[in-house]
């Protein structure tokens, strides 16, 4: 569910992000959200590719309206982890994930496409996760939390029933099937009434 809460949190990081030339897209519930069903979130999830000299810039962009820890920064660039940062006005944490070098983070980074935050909060456009890499990554976290996130299933039942006429499915058995989740993949089509072999 984009509140205005969400933009308010997100727009000045977008906006760094692109004077700084970083690659972006938008994941996790705020991402099915937009391809999916709508639901509540407290968080935003954000992949960016952040390099070292990334970081002092983005804190100067940044500091005024967020909590943000140039080392935790260092450290998650460094790594290839993650860390977050906090908006003061609301209170809403972002956390962002550092683009990994492994083929399937870099191949859904290049297929992140443009569109409306909220078709009703004007036209800017941000880059979120394409459909087939939300369902693929929720999946993926579903098995990695021990399978018992029902927001999670929901997520991806979402994601596949709305976007069900134009999702690429051999793309997501390609990479289900190489992320260990064909399984997955497979019981969540039959529980969204599309047949494991396509529509």
Same mark, same amino acid.
């Given at each position: *569910?984009? @509140?205005p809460d969400i933009i308010l949190a997100l727009r000045p990081v977008v906006?760094?992000?692109?004077?700084?030339?970083?690659?972006?897209?938008?994941?996790?519930? &705020? =991402?099915?959200? =937009? !391809? %999916?069903? +709508?639901?509540? @979130?407290?968080?935003v999830d954000l992949v960016a590719d952040l390099k070292n000299s990334h970081?002092? +810039?983005?804190? $100067? !962009?940044?500091?005024?309206?967020?909590?943000?820890? #140039?080392? *935790?920064?260092?450290? =998650?660039?460094?790594?290839?982890?993650?860390?977050?940062?906090?908006? /003061?006005?609301?209170?809403? $944490?972002?956390?962002?994930?550092? /683009?990994?070098?492994? +083929?399937?983070?870099?191949?859904?980074?290049?297929?992140?496409?443009?569109? =409306?935050?909220? +078709?009703?909060? %004007?036209?800017?456009?941000?880059?979120?996760?394409?459909?087939?890499?939300?369902?693929? !990554?929720?999946?993926?976290?579903?098995?990695? %939390?021990?399978?018992?996130?029902?927001?999670?299933?929901?997520?991806?039942?979402?994601? /596949? $029933?709305?976007?069900?006429?134009?999702?690429?499915?051999?793309?997501? $058995?390609?990479?289900?099937?190489?992320?260990?989740?064909?399984? &997955?993949? @497979?019981?969540?089509?039959?529980?969204? %009434?599309? #047949?494991p072999s396509g529509k």
């Amino acid at each position: *569910m984009i @509140t205005p809460d969400i933009i308010l949190a997100l727009r000045p990081v977008v906006e760094a992000f692109d004077n700084l030339n970083v690659g972006y897209y938008i994941g996790g519930s &705020l =991402a099915s959200s =937009a !391809h %999916g069903l +709508p639901r509540a @979130t407290l968080d935003v999830d954000l992949v960016a590719d952040l390099k070292n000299s990334h970081v002092q +810039p983005l804190v $100067k !962009h940044l500091e005024d309206a967020y909590y943000i820890d #140039s080392e *935790m920064i260092y450290e =998650a660039v460094r790594k290839k982890s993650s860390f977050n940062i906090i908006n /003061l006005e609301t209170m809403l $944490k972002l956390d962002i994930f550092v /683009l990994k070098n492994q +083929p399937y983070d870099q191949i859904a980074f290049q297929r992140a496409q443009k569109r =409306a935050l909220d +078709p009703n909060q %004007g036209s800017s456009q941000f880059s979120f996760a394409a459909p087939e890499d939300i369902v693929l !990554h929720k999946l993926f976290w579903f098995r990695m %939390g021990g399978e018992i996130s029902e927001r999670q299933w929901s997520d991806v039942g979402g994601v /596949l $029933k709305v976007q069900a006429e134009v999702l690429d499915f051999s793309y997501m $058995k390609q990479w289900a099937e190489k992320l260990k989740i064909l399984d &997955l993949l @497979t019981k969540s089509l039959r529980d969204s %009434g599309l #047949s494991p072999s396509g529509k």
